[in-house]
């Protein structure tokens, strides 16, 4: 089975899941595709998908009262490193067919999804352990910032994020 390296998509067009790829990846200014993703992800030889969402919550340390996240992204270097991330993945877990990442960017309310990761295989210790992989090694390799709000201010973060390169076994 052939398998593209990615599918690119940015400001709302992310919703569109791609037709010629078994990876989907973008920004979305927009709402995300958490019911498209997944069922994107299902494909008649996989038995597993893993479907992961992040949701804006309503605290953070220190802080009871947060009422919204805005997301800011280094787009030219988003596309890279979420297309060497999926490539990484597929090298560790080969039986993987798709995977989804797509990020949020802009103003998020409580409640409301910030990042999606969907990984399909055949079995599911591939697709929890990829899945788990992509969303740990998409915050600390992708450059997208948070800021967030609360009753006394805002802030982007609690501490400053050092981008890394994406971890590799080899």
């Known amino acids: 089975m052939e398998i593209r390296v990615r599918s690119w ?6 919703a569109t899941p791609p037709t010629d790829s078994d990876t989907w990846l973008g920004l979305s200014a927009e709402p995300l595709p958490v019911e498209r993703a997944y069922t994107w992800a ?7 998908v893993v ?6 919550r309503n605290h953070s340390t220190g802080r009871a009262d947060v009422s919204e996240l805005e997301y800011e ?3 030219e270097q988003v596309e890279p490193r979420l297309a060497s991330l999926a490539a990484e ?5 080969p039986d993987i067919v798709r995977i989804a990442m797509i990020h949020r960017v802009g103003p998020v ?15 599911r210790d591939a697709a929890f352990e990829a899945g788990r992989f992509c969303i740990d090694q998409l915050k600390a390799t992708v450059p997208i910032w948070k800021r967030e709000r609360w009753a006394e201010g805002e802030s982007w973060g609690l501490e400053a994020q050092h981008i890394t390169e994406v971890e590799s076994s080899s």
């Open 51 to 56: 479907l992961f969402s992040g949701t804006a």
């Open 9 to 14: 998509s940015y400001a709302g067009i992310a």
């Open 109 to 123: 309310a409580v409640t409301e999804t910030a990042v999606i990761v969907a990984v399909s295989s055949p079995h």
């Open 89 to 93: 993945a597929r090298r560790r877990w």
């Open 73 to 75: 992204a280094y787009e």
């Open 42 to 48: 299902v494909r008649p030889e996989c038995g597993a």
